[in-house]
């Protein structure tokens, strides 16, 4: 079913039923943290009207921008059936490995593939489902591999071919599935195809990637990189200007070429055979960018801070990519080498199973929201399974740079809103950390994790909502240990490239030292990346690690907390098996209990007779407990009190 158009004189209202439209405004009024009601306040006037009130603001020509992207898009999300049968990603749990954070193998301050195969019985023992890999392609690592230089090479400090080999079986044998991140949006300045493009830019390899002519003080357009300056590089050996969407190093590939998108098929074919069970397509909906690649609009650029963002966020070609990848890549024509053991609801073991005929397409999409998300990944549209919402990180008003605490009353409201609008046919990604980004435990704790006590409570009501929710759990290593940040005192502490490059920026733009510096301990992605805590005095190697964390809060490493029946990890676990033993805290049916009230988190999970009762106090304060009608038995947690403690969890069965 098509659309009708958009037009200036249609009203706000027509626009926000339009899924680019709906998606523009959530997004506008997170970003700005305006109030909501808003929306409806204005529902019934005409565009124009709205665009002659704002022009003044925003500058001439954004609403032409905003409609044009919402009438290239024709197509609503379906409204079907569920997959028959359930797939199995939409019961797992899925676990985010960064390797060169893990485990160190051979005592060189690096993660590599032997240290994963040496906790694999950790990761059973936690009861996950799946890995996934952040990148081990070789790579100059100006990234930390997200600039790929060979995609079927294995980074030297990571290990060797016939080691991934080996940790695929290994998986397989305990019944978990492995995924890695693949990177194709760009690669390496160091790639081959890169530099056979510099070396002869009008032949075929020039083709492959964004190469302009021009003087070399203008750049091609005024886009400009997510990890700060241009988003265009000069070469000069070939005299031409590269893009660049983020480090210097990671140089955009152009998937308008069919010859790009035939060498990223080719490449998932071949992991595939090898037995690996799908990928993370990290920024996969930047893919397709605008013809002619415009400049960007000046406020937009301002609002999001990052000028030309709406020209390739959802470009017009990206549907046919991911159909076509999913087809030509995704789709197996041989058999792979091992298939995970088929694993039963008590935790024991099978026989192999059968192959997945399509791996598992997991997308990265900055900028996305519900409706588009939706789009892109809903079952039967033949693109994505699964993709990353990242509008669930911060509160409106706020990015992950800002100081301050995160509010989980807005937790509610987006899982409440992306209830109401699925269908059966969609499945969301359910996730609170990730590789680049700072732990949400200490963003809802704002310090007060400081108390062993509060960062056990905080770790255990997140994990009861994320492994609860409807959609698939993705937890990122360290979450079932109550991994928190890290208090770096300097930027010479940090590794990451994005925010060494913004810290630069802001001290360069006049910021104080002090300032710059809270933004950075604010944002970095260094919280995350920190390795693991195995044991009280680390654990992780026995040289100095790549990047040095700082908790050393006794009682959260994993020995500890392995050994500790109240533990997070204790609690991570319980979760876990309780979603394999009822399948009604998976696949059954979401129903929100009190929802007009702010800090009580509860719903009811409905499958056949299986019932259950998920509450969390997300306060700092005790609380009435509503009512709620049945017999109500605690299966996790408890006593079910009258008052519910701060930041308390409860699991229950309700007969």
């Not at 709406?310 to 159909?323: C, N, Q, V």
Request: charged share 25%; proline share 7%.
């Amino acid at each position: 079913m098509s659309y009708k158009l958009v037009t200036k004189r249609s009203t706000i209202n027509d626009l926000y039923r339009n899924p680019v439209g709906r998606d523009i405004i959530d997004k506008l009024f997170l970003q700005t943290g305006y109030p909501r009601r808003l929306i409806y306040l204005f529902a019934g006037l005409p565009i124009w009207v709205v665009e002659k009130v704002t022009e003044p603001v925003t500058g001439p020509g954004m609403v032409d921008m905003i409609l044009n992207l919402v009438n290239s898009e024709t197509e609503r999300p379906l409204k079907g059936r569920a997959p028959d049968p359930t797939p199995w990603w939409r019961e797992a749990v899925i676990y985010q490995v960064y390797p060169r954070s893990f485990a160190d193998s051979n005592g060189d301050g690096v993660g590599d593939i032997r240290g994963i195969i040496g906790k694999l019985d950790y990761l059973q023992h936690l009861g996950v489902d799946c890995l996934w890999l952040s990148p081990i392609f070789d790579s100059p690592n100006e990234d930390m591999g997200y600039d790929v230089r060979d995609y079927r090479a294995v980074m030297e400090e990571m290990g060797t071919l016939d080691d991934v080999d080996e940790l695929i079986a290994e998986c397989h044998a305990r019944g978990m599935r492995i995924i890695l991140d693949l990177v194709v949006n760009h690669t390496s300045a160091q790639h081959e195809w890169f530099q056979k493009a510099i070396a002869d830019p009008d032949g075929k390899y020039g083709g492959y990637y964004f190469l302009r002519k021009g003087s070399p003080d203008t750049p091609p357009n005024n886009w400009r990189s997510f990890f700060s300056g241009p988003a265009w590089r000069w070469i000069p050996e070939a005299e031409r200007w590269a893009l660049r969407l983020f480090a210097e190093g990671q140089v955009d590939l152009n998937w308008d070429n069919e010859d790009v998108r035939a060498e990223v098929a080719d490449i998932v074919t071949w992991w595939m055979k090898r037995g690996i069970d799908g990928f993370r397509l990290d920024v996969i909906n930047y893919i397709s960018k605008a013809p002619g690649l415009p400049d960007g609009h000046p406020f937009i650029g301002d609002l999001l801070e990052f000028v030309g963002v709406e020209h390739y966020f959802y470009g017009p070609r990206l549907h046919e990519f991911l159909r076509g990848l999913r087809r030509e890549g995704f789709t197996r024509r041989e058999a792979p080498a091992s298939t995970p053991r088929r694993r039963l609801p008590d935790g024991t073991l099978g026989d192999p199973l059968p192959p997945d005929m399509i791996g598992l397409m997991v997308g990265e999409t900055p900028g996305i929201g519900m409706e588009l998300g939706r789009l892109l990944s809903g079952y039967g549209r033949g693109e994505m399974d699964l993709i990353f919402n990242f509008d669930v990180l911060d509160n409106p008003g706020t990015t992950r740079w800002h100081t301050y605490d995160y509010k989980l009353w807005y937790l509610k409201r987006f899982y409440r809103a992306y209830d109401r609008h699925l269908s059966p046919n969609d499945w969301i990604a359910v996730f609170l950390d990730n590789h680049d980004n700072p732990r949400m435990l200490s963003k809802f704790g704002g310090g007060r994790e400081s108390d062993p006590a509060v960062r056990t409570a905080i770790g255990k009501m997140l994990a009861t909502i994320q492994l609860t929710m409807r959609g698939t759990p993705f937890l990122f290593q360290g979450q079932e240990l109550a991994a928190t940040n890290h208090a770096f005192e300097d930027v010479e502490q940090l590794r990451d490239v994005e925010s060494i490059n913004r810290h630069a920026d802001l001290l360069t733009a006049g910021i104080s030292p002090s300032d710059a510096w809270r933004e950075i301990l604010a944002g970095t992605r260094d919280h995350a990346r920190v390795p693991l805590r195995w044991d009280p005095d680390g654990g992780f190697s026995e040289a100095p690690a790549w990047l040095a964390g700082t908790d050393t809060t006794p009682g959260f490493s994993a020995a500890e907390q392995m050994e500790d029946p109240d533990s997070v990890f204790a609690w991570h676990r319980a979760l876990i098996a309780l979603r394999r033993k009822f399948r009604a805290l998976t696949l059954g049916d979401l129903r929100w209990v009190h929802r007009q009230k702010k800090y009580y988190f509860g719903y009811q999970r409905t499958l056949g007779r299986q019932r259950f009762l998920i509450e969390c106090n997300t306060s700092d304060r005790p609380r009435k407990r509503p009512h709620v009608r049945g017999t109500i038995v605690p299966v996790l947690g408890g006593p079910r009190g009258p008052v519910m403690e701060p930041w308390e969890a409860i699991v229950s069965r309700i007969y």
